[in-house]
């Protein structure tokens, strides 16, 4: 039998927290992910799990993350043969632009947009990239005020829509 001190058994205890076999448990236990996309992450290596960690820790949500991390960080890494090591984003900005999608900031293709500007121009802040794209917040009462006041300016148009006619707008 191995028989191990406390410190290798500390380091030994550590290493195997690093497992595939741990991070597949974590993934789909923890996070819920389906079989196959955990088992995709894990097949990346332990930087790109920990990266996705690193995104959950971070606020962004496990599915969104997962969805992204498959489809767009990967495949961003398999168009120019490069390890999450090189990809340009850090896990601090990735999550950020992914609490844009849930917080209703922008949608995912607007999200899409801002990641390409953000990986051509890997300083520029998430909401630098969106301002890029022309896309402002405008709150609920704003919005609300400036319907009224179209429809307020367009009263034949409320009539003919009243009427049935849809395409009147």
């Known amino acids: 039998p191995v028989v ?3 410190a290798n058994r500390d380091l030994a205890h550590r290493d195997a927290v690093g497992t ?3 991070y597949r448990s974590q993934l789909t236990e923890k996070h819920q992910l389906r079989g196959a996309d955990a088992e995709v992450l894990v097949q990346q290596g332990r930087e790109s799990v920990e990266y996705f960690l690193a995104l959950i820790a971070r606020g962004a949500t ?3 993350a ?3 991390m498959l489809q767009d960080i990967l495949r961003y890494m398999n168009d120019r043969g490069v390890g999450i090591g090189e990809y340009p984003i850090q896990p601090p900005k990735m999550a ?3 609490q844009a999608i849930e917080l209703g900031r922008v949608d995912t293709s607007q999200a899409k947009q801002a ?3 953000l990986l051509e121009h890997p300083d520029r802040t998430v909401e630098q990239s969106i301002q890029a794209l022309g896309i402002v917040r405008v709150d609920d009462a704003e919005m609300e005020s400036l319907c ?3 429809l307020a300016e367009n009263p034949d148009v409320v009539e003919k ?6 395409k009147a707008v």
């Open 20 to 22: 595939p076999a741990h």
């Open 96 to 98: 950020e632009l992914l």
């Open 62 to 64: 496990a599915k969104r």
């Open 148 to 150: 009224d006041a179209l």
């Open 161 to 166: 829509v009243k009427a049935g006619n849809a």
């Open 4 to 6: 191990l001190d406390e």
């Open 115 to 117: 990641l390409a500007i």
């Open 66 to 68: 997962s969805a992204w």
